[in-house]
């Protein structure tokens, strides 16, 4: 499954259950809605840094190259710990905690963001192993924009009680997604079976220009009928003065 499929299917879900969570639990406005919707969809790439060569390890260039490889390491390799309930519960309880501490929020929010926006852009090709390139320099740039716009919402004073809540269904999203793909997922970890709700291997050019457009479509649609209101509501937020 392509990046893109993971983090639009993860904001389309968390799109469709903010709005229930806004009316009957707890009152979300436009803004953190707005920002949970992205890191949502940066927290469905999350499971996937366990992969050093992945679109996700190459967000931040070699910040997060070094960071895939670290996880890489101590989940025991890809589709291991992290695709599993066990690494569901550390990502939502370390996002949990996180949210207690103004600085910790800034490098969630600025991880998710940077995922989720970077799962957008075309795939750089592969470089040669070892060599800094243009795409490295790229990547710094996005994890310095990114902690800026991250460093700014957390310090705006804005309610931002929803990151957990993205966080824990952005995982949980890219779990249920490679569930539908042929090599299945562990949910079970330490146990190494492995479940499988479908055998969906759509191929690349299918889920790039079918796929992709229908989730784009997916998430307008929940936005238009849900959060109708909460777009000009947003926009007006965002207006510079
Ligand atoms: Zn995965």
């Known amino acids: ?6 983090a639009l299917s993860a904001a389309g879900v ?19 809605a707005a920002v949970g919707t992205i890191v949502a969809a940066g927290a469905g790439l999350l499971p996937d840094l366990d992969h050093p060569s992945a679109s996700p390890a190459r ?21 291991h710990a992290t695709h599993s309930l066990v690494g569901l519960a550390v990502f939502t309880a ?12 800034t490098v969630l929010i600025w991880l998710c963001m940077g995922l989720g926006v ?3 852009w075309r795939r750089p090709p ?17 994890a310095a924009v990114a902690f800026f716009i991250a460093f700014r919402l957390t310090h705006a004073g804005i309610d931002l009680w929803v990151v957990p809540v993205a966080v824990g269904v952005g995982y949980f ?14 949910w079970l970890w330490p146990d190494r079976r492995r479940f499988r709700i479908a055998s969906i291997d759509t191929g690349k050019s299918v889920e790039r220009w079918v796929v992709v457009p229908a989730l784009y479509v997916g998430i307008a649609a929940v936005v ?3 959060h109708g209101t909460w777009v000009p509501a947003l926009l007006h937020t965002i207006k510079p003065e």
């Open 1 to 6: 499954m392509m990046g893109p499929t993971h």
């Open 173 to 186: 999203v890219h779990l249920a997604g490679d569930s539908m793909t042929e090599s299945g997922v562990n």
């Open 224 to 226: 238009y009928v849900t």
């Open 118 to 120: 970077r799962a957008l």
């Open 94 to 105: 370390g996002a949990v905690a996180a949210s207690f501490n103004v600085w910790a929020l």
């Open 14 to 32: 968390f799109l469709a259950v903010s709005f229930p969570i806004s009316h009957y639990v707890h009152h979300l406005g436009p803004l953190p």
């Open 59 to 79: 967000a931040f260039g070699p910040i997060s190259q070094t960071a895939a490889r670290i996880v890489c390491a101590v989940s025991g390799g890809h589709r």
């Open 126 to 142: 592969n470089r040669p192993n070892g060599r800094l390139d243009y795409r490295d320099v790229a990547g710094l740039v996005h």
